[in-house]
């Protein structure tokens, strides 16, 4: 249990995480509007007039992101409601050209209802947190305030893009249930979860960096075994997992020293500072009565059929927990190695590709893709669609790195050539790695007839050692070794000179 120590004793943190991942669609929530607002396009030119809320523009709900919800609420174990509606959300805000964001009232059933997903804790065991909720929302605009010294402008071209809000749920009536984030590291790896099921699915890019991901970070302190919940605050638009914790700790803190000095906590939204690594007030926290939520008389309630739902989990792919579990539990790979191989689908499909089905392979292939390929990002196509020489540079494909694996494990080659072919590849050289093996006259020598040839003329030329050898200096084998590899140029095979020399020196 993650504890901070106080004057007073030890304090818990309760951590209630409301993330925002933006859904991937071609066109916005309710409107036609192309719902690509990257950096390279012009401001205010994907916008509509239902985006602005011109005077008779009707929304019209696009049913794909209410499958890409339905995706992520399948994924994430959740209850998926039949029926579910929309309201208007009421405030005023320079970015929010309608005067209110249409959203899923809090007080009743969303797209997505109760959920949970699997983290490892604090303690090292797994840990299942409880999500209430996963609503369909709208994006605002974005507000560009380093264009000009007096006059701040506004860009519209992400107003009205999908959001998914997914909130955690913090069971109040029963303060034992431990279902819940109590860490800043807990915090990170929800939201990590949050971003890999997200982008599994192809829900989102669920990038932070670009903004696509965000959280709003709810944090509450209470004294260590305590049965209660006290206040909380509420830090704004985190966009960094760093930041996440650092945030966590420093608030947990702040109130910390509050309650110990016999003050209360207010209720209220925070602004996180980096540079400074402090939370600061922003303003009292609002509830739903400042927002004034009414049903949208413009959208219907929406109405989801057990037909719809199936139709969506058919098309949905092995999520990377499970493939996960697969690579450990069927192909014997190492945890972290099945963690690396499931960073993105993309990835493991790569790996998948270039096992083929063949589960020998797979240590191989895993170990190749990690120490080697992933870094050469350049000479390799993630998405398995490219090969050979693409725009002058050489293309490494699941085959070619299956057939080097394969070529290891007959003794075709010895791991030396292989990288030595791996490294030709990589330099643009043509062909499959067999072909060039054959090219270059890489070849594992693996007559016991030649090599013990070696051996005879390496002992004979090194006979003070040999005595030494024999007298207890075993240690000596490797120089022997070593001898026989450079004689036979690299090309015997390990195994079979390790095998003979023992033989022959006694």
Same mark, same amino acid.
């Given at each position: 249990?993650?504890?901070?120590?106080?004057?007073?004793?030890?304090?818990?943190?309760?951590?209630?995480?409301?993330?925002?991942?933006?859904?991937?669609?071609?066109?916005?929530?309710?409107?036609?509007?192309?719902?690509?607002?990257?950096?390279?396009?012009?401001?205010?030119?994907?916008?509509?007039?239902?985006?602005?809320?011109?005077?008779?523009?009707?929304?019209?709900?696009?049913?794909?992101?209410?499958?890409?919800?339905?995706?992520?609420?399948?994924?994430?174990?959740?209850?998926?409601?039949?029926?579910?509606?929309?309201?208007?959300?009421?405030?005023?805000?320079?970015?929010?050209?309608?005067?209110?964001?249409?959203?899923?009232?809090?007080?009743?059933?969303?797209?997505?209802?109760?959920?949970?997903?699997?983290?490892?804790?604090?303690?090292?065991?797994?840990?299942?947190?409880?999500?209430?909720?996963?609503?369909?929302?709208?994006?605002?605009?974005?507000?560009?305030?380093?264009?000009?010294?007096?006059?701040?402008?506004?860009?519209?071209?992400?107003?009205?893009?999908?959001?998914?809000?997914?909130?955690?749920?913090?069971?109040?009536?029963?303060?034992?249930?431990?279902?819940?984030?109590?860490?800043?590291?807990?915090?990170?790896?929800?939201?990590?979860?949050?971003?890999?099921?997200?982008?599994?699915?192809?829900?989102?890019?669920?990038?932070?960096?670009?903004?696509?991901?965000?959280?709003?970070?709810?944090?509450?302190?209470?004294?260590?075994? #305590?049965? @209660?919940?006290?206040? &909380?605050?509420?830090?704004?638009?985190?966009? !960094?997992?760093? %930041?996440?914790? =650092?945030?966590?700790?420093?608030?947990?803190?702040?109130?910390?020293?509050?309650?110990?000095?016999?003050?209360?906590?207010?209720?209220?939204?925070?602004?996180?500072?980096?540079?400074?690594?402090?939370?600061?007030?922003?303003?009292?926290?609002?509830?739903?009565?400042?927002?004034?939520?009414?049903?949208?008389?413009?959208?219907?309630?929406?109405?989801?059929?057990?037909?719809?739902?199936?139709?969506?989990?058919?098309?949905?792919?092995?999520?990377?927990?499970?493939?996960?579990?697969?690579?450990?539990?069927?192909?014997?790979? #190492?945890? @972290?190695?099945?963690? &690396?191989?499931?960073?993105?689908?993309?990835? !493991?499909?790569? %790996?998948?590709? =270039?096992?083929?089905?063949?589960?020998?392979?797979?240590?191989?292939?895993?170990?190749?893709?990690?120490?080697?390929?992933?870094?050469?990002?350049?000479?390799?196509?993630?998405?398995?669609?490219?090969?050979?020489?693409?725009?002058?540079?050489?293309?490494?494909?699941?085959?070619?790195?299956?057939?080097?694996?394969?070529?290891?494990?007959?003794?075709?080659?010895?791991?030396?050539?292989?990288?030595?072919?791996?490294?030709?590849?990589?330099?643009?050289?043509?062909?499959?790695?067999?072909?060039?093996?054959?090219?270059?006259?890489?070849?594992?020598?693996?007559?016991?007839?030649?090599?013990?040839?070696?051996?005879?003329?390496?002992?004979?030329?090194?006979?003070?050692?040999?005595?030494?050898?024999?007298?207890?200096?075993?240690?000596?084998?490797?120089?022997?070794?070593?001898?026989?590899?450079?004689?036979?140029?690299?090309?015997?095979?390990?195994?079979?000179?390790?095998?003979?020399?023992?033989?022959?020196?006694?």
């Amino acid at each position: 249990m993650f504890t901070i120590q106080g004057k007073t004793g030890d304090w818990e943190v309760v951590v209630g995480l409301e993330t925002h991942i933006e859904v991937l669609s071609n066109s916005k929530l309710f409107s036609g509007a192309s719902a690509d607002y990257n950096p390279t396009v012009a401001p205010n030119t994907q916008v509509s007039m239902v985006d602005v809320a011109m005077p008779g523009m009707l929304p019209v709900l696009n049913e794909y992101c209410v499958d890409q919800a339905i995706k992520f609420g399948l994924g994430i174990n959740a209850e998926i409601s039949h029926v579910s509606r929309f309201a208007r959300k009421q405030y005023f805000y320079p970015d929010l050209p309608q005067g209110y964001q249409i959203s899923q009232p809090a007080e009743e059933p969303p797209v997505v209802g109760r959920g949970w997903i699997e983290i490892i804790g604090d303690d090292g065991n797994p840990k299942k947190i409880l999500i209430e909720r996963a609503h369909l929302e709208q994006d605002a605009g974005k507000l560009k305030h380093d264009v000009h010294p007096t006059k701040s402008f506004a860009d519209y071209n992400r107003t009205g893009v999908a959001l998914l809000e997914i909130v955690t749920f913090l069971d109040t009536k029963n303060p034992e249930n431990n279902s819940y984030i109590t860490s800043p590291d807990e915090a990170e790896k929800y939201l990590r979860q949050i971003r890999e099921i997200a982008r599994a699915l192809g829900v989102s890019h669920a990038n932070m960096e670009e903004g696509s991901m965000r959280a709003d970070v709810n944090v509450s302190v209470r004294p260590a075994g #305590a049965k @209660y919940f006290n206040e &909380r605050c509420e830090i704004k638009n985190m966009v !960094s997992f760093k %930041f996440i914790k =650092a945030a966590i700790e420093y608030e947990a803190k702040r109130q910390i020293e509050i309650l110990e000095n016999g003050g209360t906590i207010d209720r209220c939204t925070m602004r996180y500072h980096p540079d400074e690594g402090i939370t600061t007030v922003m303003r009292s926290k609002e509830d739903a009565l400042d927002y004034r939520y009414f049903p949208d008389p413009d959208l219907l309630p929406l109405i989801i059929t057990d037909e719809q739902i199936e139709r969506v989990r058919k098309t949905m792919p092995e999520l990377p927990a499970t493939t996960r579990a697969r690579y450990i539990e069927k192909l014997g790979l #190492a945890e @972290y190695d099945a963690a &690396r191989l499931t960073e993105t689908v993309d990835i !493991s499909h790569w %790996f998948d590709a =270039a096992v083929n089905g063949k589960p020998e392979r797979a240590k191989g292939v895993a170990n190749w893709m990690i120490s080697e390929l992933f870094a050469h990002p350049e000479n390799y196509d993630i998405t398995n669609e490219k090969s050979g020489i693409v725009d002058g540079m050489r293309i490494i494909t699941p085959t070619d790195l299956a057939e080097l694996v394969d070529m290891v494990a007959a003794h075709d080659i010895n791991g030396k050539q292989a990288k030595e072919i791996f490294i030709k590849m990589l330099d643009g050289e043509s062909g499959a790695p067999r072909a060039i093996a054959d090219k270059f006259g890489m070849k594992q020598i693996t007559d016991t007839g030649a090599i013990e040839k070696i051996i005879d003329e390496v002992i004979a030329a090194n006979g003070p050692q040999v005595e030494q050898y024999k007298s207890g200096k075993t240690g000596l084998l490797g120089f022997f070794v070593g001898n026989v590899m450079k004689k036979s140029g690299g090309s015997a095979n390990p195994a079979v000179v390790n095998e003979i020399l023992k033989k022959k020196l006694g």
